[in-house]
């Protein structure tokens, strides 16, 4: 890679909780040169190989890694085949890691890569090939690093219940009261006949009280007491 480094990478690859990448060993990327000059010419091109140990197959879920300067990447499985041959097969074309390959963009963030995004069947994998491209002159070092290859997952177990919680009774139904209400218009209606008949009589106990002191029209001193 040439000039300073950039910005930092991005987020850490993502871990679900309880899960272990497979075993693999990973070869470090080997560049392609093309022969026949002076000095083998340098196409921008670099292949990762990935086997499982003692030649064992596995199936594939996701495959995660952080990006170091790589622009596109291929991806190839390798399945058996009959009496013992092998056959590979491209399962991703031209995956885009860096939307510009001549800025940093992408250049260190982590990757994802699930097998609903695959071209080909990733069940019974013997190996897996990630060819790397970057067509700028810019970087002369790409490649991919930390690069984990996880199994399908697995549903979590049923967690057991401690016995007391499993013997508690269920909780009550609230008690029905459909049927056992008055009709709720009756009601209202007693309620305003009350609050009429309250009005009134507090009405006329407030003229009663103004009449004890009322005598054609006047207020008769006689009758008013001072204290």
């Not at 879920?61 to 991806?75: G, H, K, P």
């Not at 009496?83 to 982590?110: F, I, N």
């Not at 991919?144 to 919680?165: A, M, R, T, V, Y």
Request: aromatic fraction near 8%; glycine fraction near 8%; charge should be neutral.
């Amino acid at each position: 890679m040439s000039g300073a480094p950039g910005p930092g990478p991005g987020p850490g690859p993502p871990a679900g909780p309880g899960r272990s990448p497979l075993p693999c060993a990973p070869r470090p990327a080997a560049a392609l040169q093309l022969g026949g000059g002076a000095e083998p010419a340098r196409p921008g091109v670099a292949v990762i190989d990935l086997r499982f140990p003692r030649g064992a197959a596995a199936d594939v879920q996701e495959i995660v890694f952080r990006n170091f300067y790589t622009a596109f990447l291929s991806v190839r499985v390798q399945h058996p085949g009959p009496a013992g041959s092998r056959r590979w097969v491209t399962c991703l074309r031209d995956y885009c890691l860096m939307p510009c390959p001549h800025t940093e963009e992408g250049s260190q963030d982590y990757f994802s890569l699930h097998r609903h995004q695959m071209l080909c069947d990733m069940d019974q994998v013997t190996a897996v090939r990630f060819i790397l491209r970057q067509p700028s002159p810019v970087w002369l070092h790409f490649t991919i690093e930390e690069l984990q290859i996880f199994p399908p997952g697995q549903k979590s177990p049923q967690k057991d219940f401690p016995s007391w919680l499993s013997q508690l009774s269920p909780p009550e139904q609230p008690i029905s009261l459909h049927g056992e209400l008055p009709d709720p218009e009756k009601v209202s209606t007693e309620v305003q006949q009350m609050w009429v008949l309250t009005e009134v009589i507090r009405a006329r106990q407030a003229a009663a009280r103004i009449g004890r002191f009322d005598v054609d029209g006047c207020y008769d001193i006689n009758l008013l007491s001072y204290t």
